[in-house]
T-cell receptor, first 110, second 117 residues
Framework: DAKTTQPNSMESNEEEPVHLPCNHS???????IHWYRQLPSQGPEYVIH???SNVNNRMASLAIAEDRKSSTLILHRATLRDAAVYYC???????????FGKGTKLTVNP | DAGVIQSPRHEVTEMGQEVTLRCKPI?????LFWYRQTMMRGLELLIY????????DSGMPEDRFSAKMPNASFSTLKIQPSEPRDSAVYFC???????????????FGSGTRLTVV
């Protein structure tokens, strides 16, 4: 399974932007980059995904490096409700599987 | 849409007993996944189905675990006999057919917290 590397934890202040990094140097051409988050005592929740181009949705933005070996999840204005573990996952082409790593625990300070 | 529905929410059982966890995927979704989460091992994919057929069960820890999907709207994960090390939160997730899964993500249920004493 393709591997990703994320910091164990990050902190942010409320209403400030947050940039969550992810390295995936072994990514192959057909791998999609997915981001999920898990709020306390809940199941994981889809955030965003992309292949090559940057992506925006109502929750976040995904910036993908030109060589695709890294990506950044951007929360434009963090709120206390964004405190969660954020997982960066590579979905291999042709496979339905999502293999979760340890993720980044985001703490949002009021 | 009620989302992915799992039952029970909590289960406490004695070692050696049989445990059955249940999952109802979102209508129209044709892939179903069972995950287990513990502090030590994080989220582990146990097995997944596509069109009710098991595709990959390489994550099933041992023969005590079995999963079935008799129809598109129901799946079970059974542990027999249960052991204390099976204590974890078990999540079920579903996703829509084919290419759509890459665009809308997986939807997870709220999980079943299993405690084996």
């Amino acid at each position: 399974d393709a591997k990703t590397t994320q910091p164990n934890s990050m902190e942010s202040n409320e209403e400030e932007p947050v940039h969550l990094p992810c390295n995936h140097s072994t990514i192959s051409g057909t791998d999609y980059i997915h981001w999920y988050r898990q709020l306390p005592s809940q199941g994981p929740e889809y955030v965003i995904h992309g292949l090559t181009s940057n992506v925006n949705n109502r929750m976040a933005s995904l910036a993908i490096a030109e060589d695709r070996k890294s990506s950044t999840l951007i929360l434009h204005r963090a709120t206390l409700r964004d405190a969660a573990v954020y997982y960066c996952i590579l979905q291999q082409g042709g496979s339905e599987k999502l293999v979760f790593g340890k993720g980044t625990k985001l703490t949002v300070n009021p | 849409d009620a989302g992915v529905i799992q039952s029970p929410r909590h289960e406490v059982t004695e070692m050696g007993q049989e445990v059955t966890l249940r999952c109802k995927p979102i209508s129209g979704h044709n892939s179903l996944f069972w995950y287990r989460q513990t502090m030590m091992r994080g989220l582990e994919l146990l097995i997944y189905f596509n069109n009710n057929v098991p595709i990959d069960d390489s994550g099933m820890p041992e023969d005590r675990f079995s999963a079935k999907m008799p129809n598109a709207s129901f799946s079970t994960l059974k542990i027999q006999p249960s052991e204390p090390r099976d204590s974890a939160v078990y999540f079920c997730a579903s996703s829509p057919p084919g290419q759509n899964a890459r665009f809308y993500g997986y939807t997870f249920g709220s999980g079943t917290r299993l405690t084996v004493v």
